[in-house]
């Protein structure tokens, strides 16, 4: 079964730093790129950057030279190193998966909250 578990969202100051984390299991770590999202209150689901198999990586415009992902295939965990953090950047963040293949299972984490405020 395969399950995509969230942590290290909370609470920070603007210009603060938090890391998420997304722990995957059931074998699709090697097969699937990985990928978060973000859900602002009112707002749709947007993504925020995005790491293939290889190690390539894509950031949405609003998070480019603040955000990092990552990922550790040898622990099955993908990374969101966020920095310089501002209030905008509060929403529930997701961890999604996704195989790149027509017709292919995509899998989302439950979120985790991150708020940035003083």
């Known amino acids: 079964q395969v399950q995509l578990v969230e942590s290290g969202g909370g609470l920070v100051q603007p210009g603060g730093s938090l890391r998420l984390s997304c722990a995957a299991s059931?074998?699709?770590?090697?097969?699937?790129?990985m990928g978060w999202y973000r859900q602002a209150p009112g707002k749709e689901r947007e993504l925020v950057a995005a790491?293939?198999?290889?190690?390539?990586?894509d950031y949405a415009d609003s998070v480019k030279g603040r955000f990092t992902i990552s990922r550790d295939n040898a622990k099955d965990t993908v990374y969101l190193q966020m920095n310089s953090l501002k209030p905008e950047d509060t929403a529930v963040y997701y961890c999604?998966?996704?195989?790149?293949?027509?017709?292919?299972?995509?899998?989302w984490g439950k979120g985790t909250l991150v708020t940035v405020s003083s």
């Open positions: 059931g074998s699709i770590f090697s097969t699937h790129a």
């Open positions: 790491i293939t198999r290889s190690g390539s990586t």
């Open positions: 999604h998966a996704d195989p790149r293949v027509p017709g292919g299972r995509t899998y």
